[in-house]
């Protein structure tokens, strides 16, 4: 079985919920769709998401979201920093590293950065005879190196979203706070955080507002398509 799970934005104990329902076995892949850390409000436990993530045994992909980018740039800067440096560098503008800084040694938090460095900006699987693309924010037929792409800086969404990419369901993230409907298609609920798909049904955004305040964890089964939210 195929797992995708949407932005997790920090938020520990929904991740718990979620894979516990998943189940996911050990022959199992689940795809973590990117911004695993940063927000979440009081209930933040980005330690807590790191050690739960480590921690499964199944098949696992990380794909790369625009703040675990941030976190990791900010971790490198801070561990190669001189004393003199260290205290000019900016405050990181959300709770994660603080708590990341409280919670684990230098050497635990160079491992963090080392695991969001190996996260990849896009992948691709075929299931039951249907081809799947996942990236953080909008998926590429032909991407390379493209941050600003998979990562949502350019401003392309209007015929990305309308028309997906030929031949593959783009399962994406990171729109949470964007009214898709400006794009066509719809919402699983319109009176709550679910999850959207275009017009032709090529591309699913899964971002249900983990991390903000009444949002919601979302993963889906790509077998059965079925969807959970916590």
């Known amino acids: 079985m195929h797992f995708v799970i949407g932005d997790v934005h920090n938020e520990s104990r929904k991740l718990k919920l979620l894979l516990s329902n998943l189940s996911p076995r050990r022959e199992d892949t689940v795809i973590f769709l990117g911004d695993l850390f940063d ?26 979201g625009n703040h675990d ?12 920093a001189s004393l003199t440096q260290k205290a000019q560098l900016r405050p990181y503008p959300y709770n994660t590293y ?14 963090v950065s080392s695991f969001i460095h190996s996260f990849v900006l896009q992948t691709e699987c075929s299931i039951l005879d249907s081809r799947f693309l996942f990236a953080h924010a909008m998926t590429s037929k032909a991407i390379k190196d493209d941050h600003f792409h998979t990562l949502g800086f350019k401003e392309n969404y209007a015929e990305y979203f309308a028309n997906g990419v030929s031949g593959y369901t783009s399962v994406v993230g990171h729109n949470y706070r964007m009214n898709m409907t400006r794009y066509g298609g719809t919402y699983d609920d319109i009176h709550a955080p679910s999850i959207w798909r275009n ?15 009444h949002g919601k964890l979302c993963g889906v089964c790509l077998e059965s398509m079925d969807v959970f939210y916590y």
């Open 39 to 64: 927000r979440g409000g009081d209930s933040a436990n980005p330690t807590g998401v790191y050690e739960t993530v480590l921690d499964l045994s199944c098949k696992k992909i990380f794909i790369l």
């Open 69 to 80: 980018l941030w976190l990791c740039k900010y971790i490198d800067d801070s561990l190669e």
């Open 98 to 111: 603080k708590i990341l800084r409280k919670d684990l040694p230098d050497s635990r938090l160079n491992e």
């Open 199 to 213: 017009d032709i049904e090529n591309v699913i955004m899964i971002d249900s507002g983990a991390g903000f305040e």
